[in-house]
């Protein structure tokens, strides 16, 4: 590094690595967390592409179900389920760094906000699931 | 041989290096020592010319941060032992200027410091044979955060501040959050305005690596989240009630 | 306030996209895109599943699912090209492909449901 002035110390700047995450474990996991999102993505399009074919008639929809069993499809499934997955642990598990809740002049310990949000996630499933496949 | 551990340190002299590279150095290794006693057993027997920073020995004075094979740590309070058979690799800390050897230049760190102004902020002083009287509550409700020593582990760890060195970063927020949690304070306003920019609190992308270097349980990363709700609260406000009640 | 930054806006939307995502999209992928079609468990039909699309509760319902999301991929997208590939340079534009698609996509949405 070439010193602007001589009366500054002359220093090296060590510049950040473009694969900086790949250095540590930590940092792979946060990026992992991060690319979830893109699987989020995907579940979106998913969706709508589902409900087009839902109102598109019910060849369109059953061509629909059958693109969903290509070997292609499911691969891309089963990873974006891991990363949602990955992504609904990490979220509430993060949950209570940003939100704290006083009682009585204490804080509320991390498993006291993070587990309502795990049953909430897991009483909603249930819903879901029971909606979709009653009678 | 099981009592002696090789260090590998790094090495830069700025009137005739380019860049740093490392040196070896077999030293002994001893239950007690910790990585700081292992530098200074080479400077009082291999090497004298190796550079770094300490003083208290003890945790608090927060000057003997650096690299201890890749992670950011106080290298008083991480002992040697832990990483036999080695080799150890002592690095300075990362994302500051190496000036000579493990010494950084923290001159970045200290402004940004001063514009969170981490101090007591009032409107009126009180007179001075009045007292400021705090509950154990009030406290314990800023008390995490005034225990940092400004050691910069948390700016080592921080990908963020690498790679965009205007980001303000951990511990200046959460020095910030320290004084607005504070009873007494009446400063939080303007620290938003500062810290609400896209250099302060929203350049942050929840690594969270800096909580977890923090030999002070400090939590920074948690004041910064905090820090964003409280920022967001205030805007919902401010588009509720336009021109507010202030 | 000096500067107003839309920054608490997008923070929001980043948010309340996380929560919805975390809460609802593991089981509608698990059951959607494999237990259904793989047969794992009986789904719904087709006309079962049109009565529950018509369904103005289901509509919101599908549109904040689609919607929220979107918003939450943008940000998390937008910061991970700015600091993964060291490409901030290029910000404009992806703020304009990241929240400028996710407006978009929700647009579609809306379009989609209430065409049914
Ligand atoms: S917050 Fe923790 S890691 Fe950061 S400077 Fe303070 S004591 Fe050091
Ligand atoms: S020498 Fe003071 S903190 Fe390590």
């Known amino acids: 590094m070439i010193n602007p002035t001589e009366y500054l110390p002359k220093s090296y700047h060590p510049r950040v690595s473009t694969y900086w995450w790949l250095t540590r474990w930590v940092y792979l996991k946060f990026i992992l967390r991060e690319a979830s999102s893109v699987f989020v993505a995907w579940t979106v399009i998913l969706t709508l592409l589902q409900i087009r074919a839902l109102a598109a008639g019910p060849a369109r929809y059953a061509e629909f179900q059958d693109w969903l069993r290509s070997p292609l499809l499911l691969v891309l499934n089963a990873v974006s389920l891991f990363f949602v997955v990955f992504h609904a642990v990490t979220w509430f598990n993060l949950a209570p760094k940003a939100m704290v809740v006083r009682v009585g002049g204490r804080r509320l310990p991390n498993l006291a906000i993070s587990a309502p949000n795990f049953a909430a996630w897991a009483v909603l499933s249930a819903a879901i699931a029971w909606i979709l496949m009653r009678g | 041989m099981a009592n002696r551990i090789t260090i590998e340190v790094t090495r830069y002299d700025p009137a005739q290096d380019e860049k740093p590279r490392f040196d070896s150095f077999e030293v002994p290794l001893r239950k007690e020592w910790v990585v700081l006693d292992a530098l200074n057993y080479i400077k009082d027997h291999l090497d004298g010319s190796l550079t770094f920073r300490w003083s208290c020995r003890m945790g608090v004075c927060g000057s003997c941060g650096m690299t ?43 402004v940004k410091l001063e514009k969170s102004k981490p101090w007591i902020i009032r409107k009126v002083e009180k007179p001075l044979d009045e007292e400021y009287f705090q509950t154990p509550e009030q406290l314990e409700a800023y008390k995490q955060y005034s225990m940092c020593i400004n050691c910069m582990l948390c700016y080592a760890a921080c990908p963020v501040y690498g790679l965009d060195p205007l980001f303000i970063g951990p511990a200046a927020i959460a020095l910030a959050q320290r004084y607005n949690m504070d009873s007494r304070d009446e400063g939080a306003s303007e620290r938003m305005d500062i810290l609400s920019q896209h250099d302060g609190i929203w350049g942050c992308t929840f ?9 002070k349980h400090v939590d920074p990363a948690g004041a910064i989240q905090q820090y964003k709700l409280t920022a967001t609260m205030e805007w919902v406000k401010a588009l509720v009630l336009p021109r507010g009640s202030e | 306030m000096s500067k107003r930054s839309n920054e608490p806006f997008l923070w929001l939307l980043f948010s309340a996209g996380g929560v919805v995502s975390a809460l609802l999209m593991p089981i509608h992928l698990l059951l959607f895109a494999l237990a259904f079609p793989l047969g794992w468990l009986d789904g719904p039909g087709y006309e079962k599943l049109l009565v529950l699309l018509r369904h103005p509760m289901t509509r919101v319902y599908l549109l904040v699912l689609c919607s929220l999301p979107l918003f939450h991929w943008a940000h998390r997208f937008r910061f991970t090209l700015y600091d993964g590939l060291q490409i901030k340079h290029l910000s404009e534009f992806i703020n304009v492909f990241c929240y400028g698609g996710a407006t978009v996509g929700t647009v579609v949405a809306a379009c989609l449901l209430w065409s049914i």
């Open chain 2, 207 to 215: 690594v969270g690596e800096c909580t977890q270097v923090c030999p």
């Open chain 2, 68 to 110: 201890v094979n890749g992670v950011p740590k106080l290298t008083c309070a991480t002992f040697l032992s832990d990483y036999a058979p080695g080799p150890v690799r002592v690095e300075p800390m990362k994302n500051f200027p190496v000036l000579k050897d493990l010494v950084v230049d923290t001159s970045d760190f200290l």
